[in-house]
């Protein structure tokens, strides 16, 4: 018996994995079997789970990964607040990742945000919905290094 995959399925099915990958990390192989069969659990392995993913960088530990249960868009805003990354760093890099309905592929979509403020700018407080994965790590620039950005990409800084 032969089983013939179209084109469209295999991207899928690479998506699908790298998804669940992203979304697992390790975390789950270092679990014992019993951490696998809570019902919360059990229903993450379903690829029509209902959770958003959230996962914290910083600069000298590992990162951390939690999952939580979705009921309806929630502003990106609110998840930072509830992650206490606000209060934890000055500068932030936050991307939200997320497949796309219509052509199945992984988008990536940053957030620009304001340390002044402790907030992200209105235009880019996306929702997030069931599957999205949020990224959130300190930024390695400084105001200074902000200030000089479009210089660069004027003068072409490269160091080269």
Not at 19 to 39: K, N
Not at 48 to 53: A, I, K, P
Not at 99 to 116: E, F, H, I, R
Request: charged share 20%.
């Amino acid at each position: 018996m032969t089983l013939s995959v179209s084109g469209t399925s295999k991207k899928f099915c690479l998506i699908l994995a790298a998804l669940i990958v992203t979304g697992t990390g390790c975390q789950t192989m270092l679990q014992s079997p019993s951490a696998l069969s809570t019902p919360m659990a059990a229903s993450n392995t379903s690829g029509d789970s209902q959770t958003y993913t959230v996962e914290q960088s910083s600069n000298w530990s590992n990162p951390t990964t939690t999952r939580e249960p979705f009921s309806g868009p929630v502003p990106l805003q609110k998840i930072l607040e509830k992650s206490g990354a606000t209060r934890r760093y000055g500068n932030l890099d936050i991307t939200v990742v997320r497949v796309s309905k219509n052509t199945g592929q992984l988008v990536q979509m940053k957030a620009k945000y304001d340390p002044k403020r402790r907030a992200i700018e209105p235009n880019y407080d996306y929702d997030i919905l069931a599957n999205d994965h949020v990224i959130i790590k300190p930024s390695n620039s400084s105001p200074i290094d902000d200030m000089f950005k479009p210089f660069k990409k004027l003068v072409d800084v490269s160091g080269n």
